[in-house]
């Protein structure tokens, strides 16, 4: 089956420490996507990418790292500067350079808690 | 301003009756339309896609795009519960496949 795999499911955080959230996809896309979730916001974009080794900030990038060594992972680090990090976090893919629908594909998500 | 526009809601419904959501958006770049449907504590599906103004069917969901008022819409006829969901609009701009999204409307049909 293709599709978008999220680790974990749920996490939990103490104040000061960095996690890394992981997702892979075997859908062979060259884009990557994370945005996060909170209540009545909508998807907010922190990180994407488009090819293997590239990426580039989103609108929300402040607090968060991320790395792409190989096309089928895009795992994102939240650091400890993140200043509000509990919420739910998305990972999506789609297909670079193709004309016509745009469409994402989206992972099961994984629920950040701070504690 | 943020470049798209959409009710939060929540919109509660009786089962069987119409739902009408609906986005703004500011870019007029934007050519492809889509409709996300989030259940909770799920990523959002693809559920509807149109391309430029117009209407498209798909058993009971309608899109509609008016790119003239930058005004775009989802109905949801014969409502059932298992349409209680999140519904996310997400227009895009050709040769640009990041998306913008709406802040999302959360929808309960009452059985």
């Known amino acids: 089956d293709g599709g978008i795999t999220q680790s974990p499911k749920y996490l939990f955080r103490k104040e000061g420490q960095n996690v890394t959230l992981s997702c892979e996809q075997n859908?062979?896309?060259?884009?990557m996507y994370w945005y996060r979730q909170d209540p009545g916001q909508g998807l907010r974009l922190i990180y994407y990418s488009q090819i293997v080794n590239d990426f580039q900030k989103g609108d929300i990038a402040e607090g968060y790292s991320v790395s792409r060594e190989k096309k089928e992972s895009f795992p994102l680090t939240v650091t400890s500067a993140q200043k509000n990090p509990t919420a739910f976090y998305l990972c999506?893919?789609?297909?670079?350079?193709?004309?016509?629908?745009?469409?994402?594909?989206f992972g099961p998500g994984t629920r950040l808690t701070v504690l | 301003q943020k470049e798209v526009e959409q009710d939060p809601g929540p919109l509660s419904v009786p089962e069987g009756a119409i739902v009408s959501l609906n986005c703004t958006y500011s870019?007029?770049?934007?050519?492809?339309f889509m409709w996300y449907r989030q259940y909770s504590r799920k990523g959002p599906e693809l559920l509807m896609y149109?391309?430029?103004?117009g209407n498209k069917e798909d058993g009971r969901f309608t899109a509609q795009v008016d790119k003239s008022s930058k005004y775009i819409s989802l109905f949801i006829r014969d409502s059932q519960p298992s349409d209680s969901a999140t519904y996310l609009c997400a227009p895009a701009r050709s040769n640009d496949y990041k998306l913008s999204f709406g802040a999302g409307t959360t929808v309960t049909v009452r059985a």
């Open positions: 870019n007029s770049a934007f050519q492809y």
């Open positions: 859908l062979n896309h060259d884009a």
């Open positions: 999506a893919s789609n297909q670079r350079g193709t004309s016509g629908s745009n469409e994402q594909f």
């Open positions: 149109t391309y430029s103004s």
